[in-house]
């Protein structure tokens, strides 16, 4: 069964200090992997990566895949409280499939 | 551009009723997709249409249907409600060419008492 696992599960850090969300999966024919930020409600997108090793960067986030070893890290450096979020890990399966597999995601809390 | 849009944001109903929630996609989207969040839970797929269609389903069972409008809008529909149904249904949009990211609504927090 396709699975994704985010770690951790919750985080919290201080103004200024860098962190590191991971995301493993195991998707039969694997196509893409999202991030998104949730604050209240509505996700928003972040990334899309579809190719190893190639990193996408926004202001201080920034996010790389690696296919080989079926793992994803982002990366959120000089943090603000207006960082604290879950952060959703999302990989879209084999062609003809549709449906985003979500991670449980990882809820950060940034102290001013 | 109004993103996308659902209704009603807070629904309260007490078992074995049904409820409608609806969605109006992002401008230029064909493709709506709804999903069940728990709380403290990842977003969990129930179904997406396209061209007015059902074209894949998740693991829910008939009680959850839906429809999707000419234009574009859409309909989930949860018949005989059980507590376990209490979650947020967010509805995302999505333009059916090559892999494109989904939009996401504000969604619908519905609680069965």
């Known amino acids: 069964e396709d699975k994704v696992v985010q770690s951790p599960l919750s985080l919290v850090v201080h103004e200024g200090d860098t962190v590191t969300l991971n995301c493993s999966y195991e998707?039969?024919?694997?196509?893409?992997l999202l991030w998104y930020k949730q604050e209240k409600k509505a996700p928003t997108f972040l990334f899309m990566l579809?190719?190893?090793?190639i990193e996408k960067k926004s202001g201080r986030l920034s996010s790389i895949l690696d296919k080989k070893e079926l793992f994803s890290i982002l990366n959120i450096t000089a943090t603000q409280t207006g960082d604290s979020a879950i952060y959703l890990c999302?990989?879209?399966?084999?062609?003809?499939?549709?449906?985003?597999?979500f991670g449980t995601g990882t809820r950060l809390k940034v102290l001013a | 551009d109004a993103g996308v849009t659902q209704s009603p944001t807070h629904l309260i109903k007490t078992r074995g009723q049904q409820v409608t929630l609806r969605c109006s996609p992002k401008?230029?989207?064909?493709?709506v997709s709804w999903y069940q969040q728990a709380l403290g839970q990842g977003p969990q797929f129930i179904f997406q249409?396209?061209?007015?269609?059902?074209?894949q389903r998740g693991n829910f069972p008939d009680r959850f249907s839906g429809h999707q409008f000419p234009n574009y809008s859409s309909e989930l529909n949860v018949n005989a409600l059980l507590l376990g149904d209490s979650a947020l249904y967010l509805c995302a949009s999505s333009f059916n060419r090559g892999i494109t990211e989904a939009f996401f609504g504000q969604g619908t927090r519905l609680t069965v008492v």
């Open positions: 401008s230029g989207h064909d493709t």
């Open positions: 249409y396209y061209e007015e269609e059902e074209r």
């Open positions: 579809t190719s190893s090793g």
């Open positions: 998707v039969t024919n694997f196509r893409s």
């Open positions: 999302v990989v879209l399966g084999a062609p003809g499939t549709y449906k985003y597999i």
